[in-house]
């Protein structure tokens, strides 16, 4: 038997790693649920957050769940601002949001228009609203477990996509959403705002590591 100086002969396991566990996440709506809902937001000075919305994205954070911003933006595609400045805005968001101690983990807007806007941008694609696809890649991005997770919006596509997904989609009554006609579609729940609507969510995953 040959023995080697200076080394253990101890047959040593391997240490093995554990998966991180995907973590869920509350998809947000943007205009008309964080902030006020103003047409087509291609001016800085348009951007105001609700009442509540810092405090409702700092409970997202404070519970473990990701705040992801999930948004079609087509006025991109028509030509009224283009994708550097939803960049912008999105930065000034965030900026104003961490004033008030709070963060969203990752932004995703779609630029697409079935039928309007120009060049490559007029497109039915699979991440416009109430398509599902910009969660789903959110999903793969940021570990995600989408059947853990909500979708907050002021409109019907907002839920639809929530659901769609294999998550939960829940309705404010801000924005286009204090007259929305839900037609076939069903909200796991209706909340006043945004913040209503994540202590909802908060009062259900009680227990829920």
């Not at 902030?35 to 409702?56: F, I, S, T, W």
């Not at 104003?96 to 228009?113: M, Q, T, W």
Request: charged share 25%; glycine share 12%; hydrophobic share 40%.
């Amino acid at each position: 038997m040959t023995s080697f100086k200076g080394l253990d002969n101890k047959v040593k396991p391997m240490r093995t790693l554990k998966p991180m566990r995907p973590s869920p996440a509350v998809f947000l709506d943007r205009d008309g649920t964080i902030n006020e809902e103003v047409g087509y937001l291609d001016r800085m000075d348009k951007l105001r957050l609700l009442p509540g919305a810092a405090e409702a994205v700092r409970l997202i954070n404070r519970d473990g769940m990701k705040a992801v911003v999930i948004t079609n933006q087509s006025g991109i595609g028509r030509g009224m601002f283009d994708e550097a400045f939803v960049m912008e805005v999105h930065a000034e968001m965030s900026r104003r949001l961490r004033k008030e101690g709070a963060a969203i983990d990752g932004y995703y807007f779609c630029p697409h228009h079935p039928t309007e806007g120009i060049g490559g941008y007029r497109q039915s694609c699979p991440c416009r609203k109430p398509a599902p696809g910009m969660l789903l890649r959110a999903a793969a991005e940021l570990a995600i477990d989408l059947s853990r997770s909500y979708m907050i919006g002021d409109m019907p596509k907002d839920v639809e996509a929530g659901q769609r997904a294999g998550g939960k989609g829940i309705l404010v009554r801000t924005g286009y959403g204090q007259n929305a006609d839900l037609g076939a579609v069903t909200p796991d729940h209706i909340a006043p705002d945004i913040l209503a609507a994540v202590r909802w969510i908060l009062a259900r995953r009680e227990g829920d590591p």
